[in-house]
């Protein structure tokens, strides 16, 4: 009964071991093809494409080279059928242009918590009045970028065809005329392996 156990448990250490998890680094700028879905090579493509075409736009050049406009971004809305996080691309977009140095942003979504440390250093009486920050000060954006990221999906037989599409507008919030626009379009096919895809 004694050896029984032991070769039970020394089983058990060859089949635990045989199963772990194996992690490794990789370059996270290589390109990725698991799947067909949305990866990291697709929002590094876009971020590149969008980013360098809005800086290098004749119009935006010109702006730019005399001050620093400032920009909202507002939500990219995903109509893809994936759940992607367009707040990540968002993220990637916004700090590629501010690394830039062409352009400032303020934050939209973080209005109610800079309100509430407004009414905190303001109206609490715990903070110096001499080291506040006043009401009313801030910088209002001149421009607002906002966009959309779609897919069409096909399947046949053992075929399946995604299509992207991420579309960026920058508007001139005091006149509504669009100043900038562009689009980069992805495609990727993927064949399905005996038992799915």
Known sequence: MYGFKKMVIGLCVVIGSGCATSVKYKDATKIETT???????????????????????????????????????????????????????????????????????????????????FEFQNEGGMVNQATSAAFGRQIGAEYMLYGNFASIVKKADKVKDVYYKFTLNLMELETGIIEWADEKEIRKISKRSLFGW
Do not use: C
Request: aromatic share 6%; proline share 4%.
């Open 35 to 117: 799947t067909a879905d949305f990866g990291s090579t697709d929002l590094q493509r876009i971020v590149n494409k969008m980013v360098d075409s809005l800086l290098s736009f004749p119009p935006l050049v010109q702006t730019t080279s005399e001050r620093s406009p400032v920009i909202f971004v507002d939500v990219i809305k995903n109509k893809t059928l994936e759940h992607i996080d367009t707040e990540s691309i968002t993220d990637s977009v916004r700090t590629k242009i501010l690394r830039s140095g062409k352009f400032r942003f303020v934050d939209m979504t973080k209005v109610d918590a800079a309100k509430k440390q």
